[in-house]
Every structure is written in C-alpha cells, then in structure tokens.
DNA sequence: TTAATTGTGGACTTTTAAGTCTACAATTAA
DNA sequence: TTAATTGTAGACTTAAAAGTCCACAATTAA
C-alpha cells in the first residue's frame, strides 16, 4: 500500500531530487556529503520514505542549506 | 544512551513548546488539532524522539503555521 | 568497444517511531 | 476541599526507517 502521507513524501522527494539537481549532484556526491546512503536517497527522491528529522538535516548539511529549504515546497 | 541526534531533537522540542505555549494551547488541546498522541506530543518536545516527515505536518496543521516554521530554530 | 557512472531496487537486521492506553503527581480552578 | 486540567512516563504492539550491502540496466565517458 502508498500509506497516509505517500503524497506529502512524494512531494518532498520531488523537491529534493531538485534541489539536489540544480547542485549537479550526483546520488553519490550527496550521499559522500552527509551521512546517508545513495540508495536510500533514491528511495526519499521517490517518496517511499516517510524520513526522519534527523535525515532532513543530514540532507540538508550535503545541499549546503537551511533544513527549512527543504520543506519548502507546495502541498 | 541520548543518541547521536538528541541535541537536534532537543532544540527541536524546545522550539515547538514555544509555539505551542505562544498559542495558549496545552498538548491535550494541539493533541485534537492534529492526528498525534498527547504522550507523543510531550516526547517530541522533551527531545525524546526523531520524529518523522508527516508528524512535523501533523504539528504545523494543529499549530496552523507552515511546517518550514517548525525548523526555524537555531542549531 | 570498454570502462565508469548513475539511478534504482532488493535483501536483510536492528532500532525506533507511531499508535494506543493507563496512571499519577502537580498545578490550577470551582 | 474537591474536581478538573496538565505534563509526563510507562507498557505494549505493529509498522517502518535506518543502515548496510549487493546487483544490474541504462547512460555517459574514455
């Protein structure tokens, strides 16, 4: 099943996937850039993930932004 | 043991029982406006949890404020 | 053509959030 | 004083995130 909240994830990944795309970062680079794996990056990029606070801020930290950035993104 | 994010999760209770007591609303009262747990509520902002994606949502919806708020705090 | 990179998915274990409920001490109101 | 409210913690189950690793097809570079 999608889960309850599988738009509010697939929104998010949409956004990230962006953000990290805009940086021309590969799944890889962001993964070496924070502590998360390439592949379980892939899965929040295509909201399978309902991801955790601290996962936001590890995102973040490799983007080089404001966690807040991440979670802004249309509903 | 505290955890690795506890600081993270400290800073974000702090802040959330901020907004919450600006609004004058006890955890039973922000407990009906959204879909989490009084108890939870309480653990959230004692830095006891890494809380998820959608709890966050859940929390700016009985907060009525945009959820990037709720990351608004200083690390 | 060969080699590297990239995104993705699966397998698997451990950890923990979510969800639900109960209870209780301390504070506040009637 | 009594009754209600408030914050908190504990017990317990279920679901799923985290974490780690491997494999592979498709794309891109050498």
Redesign the interface.
């Known amino acids: 099943m999608k889960g309850?909240?599988y738009e509010?994830?697939e929104n998010?990944g949409r956004h990230l996937k962006l953000l990290r795309e805009e940086r021309s970062l590969s799944l890889r680079d962001l993964s070496s850039l924070c502590e998360l794996d390439s592949s379980k990056i892939s899965k929040i990029e295509n909201g399978k993930t309902?991801?955790?606070?601290?996962s936001?801020?590890e995102l973040a930290k490799g983007l080089g932004i404001?966690?807040?950035e991440l979670?802004?993104f249309k509903i």
């Open positions: 309850k909240y509010l994830q998010f309902n991801l955790q606070l601290s936001i801020f404001d966690p807040k979670l802004d």
